[in-house]
């Protein structure tokens, strides 16, 4: 099993819809939590913190539920500009960023 | 502030020969820096942790005699791909933080295409 589980998609959505990804964890121990996006061939690039109450940022919902070790991100009124992949990434107990594999976001006008 | 570099963006060399790829962080003092690669479609996987003046930790299944790292200041890692083969082909990325458990700032990585 893998360290940080996504849904690759691509997923496909009109633009102004709401979009949500999860990603699970199967780290209890694991300490911190984050989403990234990464634009094709350019390095990831930090989005959002997670924190355990949840937390907004703009358009942007990030959710954690450490019971279930699964982290969430939800996207209201989608851009074209927010096509990217969405990664999802957990700091261990080592200070080491797990990173999972992406998910493919891909808004149409 | 935090902005980190990283030289060549992309390099295209044949098989046999070594590459060597610079990862600066520009506005801080960077006391460990994080050496990443990315197969398409993957993600990013850590490949060594190297603590500026010590010898770098190689993460499970990844050469040490094949990807010599090297950080000798505060502000430069580099890794160099020694005797390149085409299954080397990849994104390299690096990143960098001020300390362990820190924010790690991120260069735009080197893609690096062996023939």
């Known amino acids: 099993r893998k360290e940080v589980e996504q849904d690759p998609g691509p997923f496909n959505v009109p633009e102004g819809a709401t979009v949500a990804f999860n990603c699970t964890y199967s780290?209890?121990?694991?300490?911190?939590f984050f989403w990234y996006r990464q634009d094709c061939r350019k390095e990831p690039k930090l989005l959002m913190s997670?924190?355990?109450?949840?937390n907004e940022d703009g358009r942007f919902t990030a959710q954690l539920n450490r019971a279930s070790q699964y982290i969430s991100l939800l996207i209201r009124d989608s851009k074209l500009s927010d096509s990217a992949t969405y990664l999802c990434v957990v700091l261990d107990s080592n200070y080491q960023l797990i990173w999972g594999a992406g998910t493919k976001l891909i808004i149409k006008p | 502030g935090a902005v980190v570099s990283q030289h060549p963006s992309w390099v295209i060399c044949k098989s046999g020969t070594s590459v060597k790829i610079e990862c600066r962080s520009l506005?801080?003092?960077?006391?460990?820096m994080f050496w990443y690669r990315q197969f398409p479609k993957q993600s990013l996987m850590l490949m060594a942790t190297?603590?500026?003046?010590?010898?770098?930790?190689?993460e499970q299944g990844v050469e040490k005699d094949k990807f010599l790292i090297n950080h000798a200041s505060l502000t430069l890692s580099t890794l160099t791909v020694t005797s390149a083969h085409p299954e080397d082909s990849s994104f390299y990325i690096c990143?960098?933080?001020?300390?362990?458990?820190?924010?790690?700032?991120f260069g735009p990585g080197t893609r690096l295409t062996v023939l």
């Open positions: 190297s603590n500026e003046g010590s010898k770098a930790t190689y």
């Open positions: 780290n209890s121990a694991s300490q911190s």
């Open positions: 990143s960098a933080s001020m300390g362990p458990g820190d924010t790690q700032y």
């Open positions: 997670v924190y355990s109450s949840g």
């Open positions: 506005d801080f003092q960077a006391t460990t």
